[in-house]
T-cell receptor, first 112, second 113 residues
Framework: DAGVIQSPRHEVTEMGQEVTLRCKPI?????LFWYRQTMMRGLELLIY????????DSGMPEDRFSAKMPNASFSTLKIQPSEPRDSAVYFC??????????FGPGTRLLVL | AQSVSQHNHHVILSEAASLELGCNYS??????LFWYVQYPGQHLQLLLK??????LVKGIKGFEAEFIKSKFSFNLRKPSVQWSDTAEYFC???????????FGTGTRLQVFP
């Protein structure tokens, strides 16, 4: 298995632009998690899905952030409009119930 | 609320020194415990995990951890570190009544040759 796949790996954009991050979980995994990592706040859980349904989005910073999972093999995290304080590494992770969580390589986002 | 504490924020060692990183959690029920490692510029990778059974768990690269239920602890150890162990180490806990992994704040390990 290729593991969790994320794209793009790096994204540089200007403030106010829309940013879309993509994730393909490991096949067969029914949980998908989006995290954000920064030096100041460490690793934060933004939102997670079970069987494509959002279960807990309490970590989403504000309405500028949205996430979808249209099917079992694809999820997006969108920031619109982006701001410099959104600069971070965004990780996607997946697992099956009761098992180990595996992380993707991350998307390094820089908002200028 | 459940929490995970990693008291060592930054550890500096010389090669061949022994390592122990502390991890304590607050949940009193049945838990799954994990240590993840993040090498510079990379993603989190599983180092080892405890679900049940022998409380002494062996992981990759010579790491081990011991689950002590009475102390709510899951400390990570390695008898002799290498320069390549330089990384950030995260302890994580999942209780049976939640889907979420609760992560500690991480411990940055620097190993000098």
């Amino acid at each position: 298995d290729a593991g969790v796949i994320q794209s793009p790996r790096h994204e540089v954009t200007e403030m106010g632009q829309e940013v879309t991050l993509r994730c393909k979980p490991i096949s067969g995994h029914d949980y998908l998690f989006w995290y954000r990592q920064t030096m100041m706040r460490g690793l934060e859980l933004l939102i997670y899905f079970n069987n494509n349904v959002p279960i807990d989005d309490s970590g989403m910073p504000e309405d500028r952030f949205s996430a979808k999972m249209p099917n079992a093999s694809f999820s997006t995290l969108k920031i619109q409009p982006s701001e410099p304080r959104d600069s971070a590494v965004y990780f996607c992770a997946s697992r099956t119930a009761g098992e180990t969580q595996y992380f993707g390589p991350g998307t390094r986002l820089l908002v200028l | 609320a459940q929490s995970v504490s990693q008291h060592n924020h930054h550890v500096i060692l010389s090669e061949a020194a022994s390592l122990e990183l502390g991890c304590n959690y607050s949940y009193g029920g049945t838990v799954n415990l994990f240590w993840y490692v993040q090498y510079p510029g990379q993603h989190l990778q599983l180092l080892l995990k405890y679900f049940s059974g022998d409380p002494l768990v062996k992981g990759i690269k010579g790491f081990e951890a011991e689950f002590i239920k009475s102390k709510f602890s899951f400390n990570l150890r390695k008898p002799s570190v290498q320069w390549s162990d330089t990384a950030e180490y995260f302890c994580a806990v999942k209780s049976y009544n939640t889907d979420k992994l609760i992560f500690g704040t991480g411990t940055r390990l620097q190993v000098f040759p």
